[in-house]
């Protein structure tokens, strides 16, 4: 009889189909699979050696997380995001990190806060400009301090079905525009503006302002927007 701790084989690996959304979403986010690019079952089930069967079971995975839009008779491709949807998913993802922030500084422990502490000051060193030229930070390394600390306080706020919701709204969208996920940092300015609003998250949060932290969190993704936005309209 296997030990009690020991999970059944069949349990460890993943579904086919999960492994082949997850190499399409990589494909989109490389810039192989643009935005309006058609998804043919037969070409995927060949390329990735699978069955046309969990083709679609990954296609209708990645529909489900907004990544694929499939019509009827027409097939898959992947979705395209307008101003307007950009618009939307920003000002969802705003209200739920403000969400987030207010309950962080209402309930987080001395230990949360102080993680939070250090990784402000982290980003805001990634920010400064006086840093040896060797020490510079790319936008897409900015992105990822800034996706650690979103990601600390909605996973540590208190409500465990915050995370999911925001994981996937942060996934839509802000990568179709500009490879990297670093669309709201491509220069100098853009990131010290960043890092000044985490700034005054972490200074709400250490007075255990949540109505301040709430504000502060909502303003960092309205800039956010506002630099997402002219990326856009640049392209």
Known sequence: MAPPDDVPLGRTVRPLSEQLADRILD????????????LKEEELAQTHAVSRATVREALIALARQGHVVRTPRFGARIAEFSRHDLDDIFELRATLLAMAAGRFAREADQA???TL???????????????PPHAAVTPQAFAALSIRLQALLTEQCGNAHLPGIYGRLAEMGTWQLIRGRASSFLNAEDRQESAADWRSVARCIAASDAAGAERAARLLLEHSAARVRQRYEER
Do not use: H, S, Y
């Not at 494909?27 to 058609?38: C, Q, S, T």
């Open 112 to 114: 949360k806060r102080q």
């Open 117 to 131: 502490e250090e990784m402000v000051r982290e980003i805001e060193a990634a920010a400064r400009t006086d840093a």
């Open 27 to 38: 494909d989109v986010k490389a810039g192989r699979l643009p935005p309006g690019e058609r």
